[in-house]
C-alpha cells in the first residue's frame, strides 16, 4: 500500500538531494500532492532503491552492526536519552494508532453482527444477504497481512535517527543528525535564522514550538519568562528536537537588513600558503561570540601593524555561514599596507583580530533556476561562500562555475572545484586564463554560450570591474533579465 512522504523525506530515502527531486516534480516525472510524494509513484523513478527480500535480514543485520558501533554512536547518532524519547514517542503514537483501529474493528463487527441478523429475520431479503456477506469478506480484506514497503521500514528508521524540522512561516525544512542542536543543524541547511551567543546567554535564537517536543542536549542561561514556557518558546542553540518531527515558529532574515552590525574581536588560528602569491587566513571567533553573515557578505578586518598603527581591510568572506566560527578570508601579495603585513611574517596563531560587520548584499537571492557563479582571481571568495551556502541550501537544480585567472598562481583553489565536480552530479566548472579582465570575460560569456548559457539562470559574478562590467554587458546582449545579474566588483 502506497504511503505519502515529504519531498525532503523522500529524497531522503532515494539518496538524491531535494532539489533533484524538485527538478522532477516541475518536468512531471514524479507526480506530488499536497506537497506529498507518494513511495509508489517514488519506487516507479528509483526502482534501483528496493532490495531483493531475501536480502532483508542481512541488511537489518548491517544496519544494527553499522549503528550501533563506537564511532558512529559517538558522531552521528543523537544521544541515548534523544533516541530514547523519539523512540517512546513514535511507540505512543503507533498506541494510538492500534486503539483507534481497535474502535473501528469493534464497529465494523458490530455492524457485520446487525446486517446478519437482520438477514436471517428476513430470509428472502437479497440485498441484506449481500449486505452481510460484503462485510465478512471486507473484514477479511482488511486483516489479511500486506507485504512491508521497504521505504516505509527506512523512513521509520530514519524518523529516529534523524528527526525533521518544519519552520514557520516559510515552510523550510532541515534535519537534525547527531548531536547537533537545531540551530546548528538549521545554519548547515542554509537557513537565514536568528541568533546571537550561540550559547545559551543571550535568547535572541528563541523560537516557539508548534508541533512535536524539543530535549535539551546543551546549557543554557538565558531565563525564558513562565508565560513564553507556556507559550512553547525554547532555544535552538541548546535544544534537539526529542519527537521524530517537529514545527517550529521563527522569523528568518530576508537579506542583508536584517543582519544587525556586529563587532568581535577573534583570534587567528591559521595562515595558511595557497600560492606564492596568496593566502588564507583562518580567523576563529569566540564560542559566546559567533559572526553572523550571509553569504557572499564581507567583513572588516583590523590589526596591529609592524609600528602600533591599526591596518585595516574589507574582505570577503571565503567561507560559508553554516560555521559561525570559523571564517576564511584570502588576501593576495600587493602594495596595500594590510597584505604586507600578512605577507611580512609577523602573523601568528593566536594574534587577535578585531572583526566589524558584515557589509554587502552580494548575496543568494530565493529562487528555483539554475545558478551559474563567474569569478576573476580573488572575486572566487564570496563565490565560494554562495556556492558552499547553495550546496547547503540543497534546492538549486544545478550549478556552474566559471573561474578567470589574471596571474599565474590564480587558481589558487582548483582542487576544491575538481573536488565538487567529483562529488555532485549537478556542478561543472570550467577555469580560464587571460592576462586582462576584460578579455577574459568576453571569453567566459563565448565559452558559457558554448557550453551551458542558458537565459533562464540565476548569474553572479565576482572580480575586478573590468570584468564584472564586461561581463554583465555580454550576458544582457544575451538576453538575459537584469535581475537574474549579481554582481560585486572586488579586487
Known sequence: ?????????????????RGVLQQRVRSGELAISDGLVSTEALLRLYPQAQLEDGGASEQVAQIKEQAFGRRVRERLLPSQEVLAQRMFR?????????????????????????????????????????????????????????PVDRLDAMDDMLKVMCAQVTVRPSGHQFSVEGHDTLLQAGLRAGLKLNYGCGNGSCGMCKVRVIDGAVARVQPCDYPLSEAEK??????????????????????????????????????????????????????????????????????????????????????????????????????????????????????????????????????????ERPLVFAACDLGFAPVKSLIEHALARDEAPSLALFWLATRPDGHFMANQCRAWSAALDGFEHQLSYHSDPAAGARQMAEAMRADLFDIACDFYLAGPEPFVQTLYEALRAGGVAAGQIHSEACP
Not at 1 to 17: I, N
Request: charged content about 20%; aromatic content about 4%.
Open 1 to 17: 500500500m502506497s504511503q505519502w512522504l515529504t519531498v525532503w523525506r523522500a529524497a531522503h530515502l532515494v539518496g538524491v538531494s
Open 90 to 146: 513514535q511507540s505512543q503514537e503507533l498506541a494510538d494508532l492500534r486503539r483507534h483501529l481497535q474502535r473501528y474493528h469493534a464497529l465494523v463487527l458490530e455492524l457485520r453482527d446487525a446486517a446478519r441478523a437482520q438477514a436471517e429475520a428476513a430470509p428472502g431479503d437479497a440485498a441484506l444477504q449481500r449486505l452481510a456477506n460484503q462485510a465478512t469478506t471486507g473484514l477479511a480484506r482488511v486483516l489479511a497481512t500486506e
Open 230 to 367: 507556556v507559550q512553547g518558546y525554547t532555544l535552538m542553540c541548546a535544544h534537539t528536537p526529542a519527537s521524530s518531527e517537529l514545527t517550529i515558529e521563527t522569523l528568518e532574515a530576508g537579506g542583508p537588513q536584517d543582519i544587525a552590525p556586529q563587532q568581535i574581536l577573534a583570534t587567528l588560528r591559521e595562515l595558511r600558503t595557497l600560492a606564492p602569491d596568496t593566502r588564507l587566513l583562518h580567523v576563529q571567533t569566540p564560542r559566546s561570540h559567533r559572526l553572523r553573515f550571509l553569504a557572499g557578505q564581507s567583513v572588516t578586518l583590523g590589526l596591529g601593524g609592524d609600528g602600533g598603527d591599526d591596518l585595516h581591510a574589507t574582505l570577503p568572506v571565503a567561507s560559508c555561514p553554516c560555521d559561525d566560527r570559523n571564517l576564511h578570508f584570502l588576501v593576495a601579495r600587493t602594495d596595500d599596507a594590510f597584505a604586507r603585513h600578512v605577507f611580512g611574517g609577523g602573523l601568528k596563531p593566536g594574534t587577535p583580530i578585531d572583526l566589524w560587520g558584515p557589509q554587502g548584499d552580494f548575496v543568494l537571492e530565493g529562487g
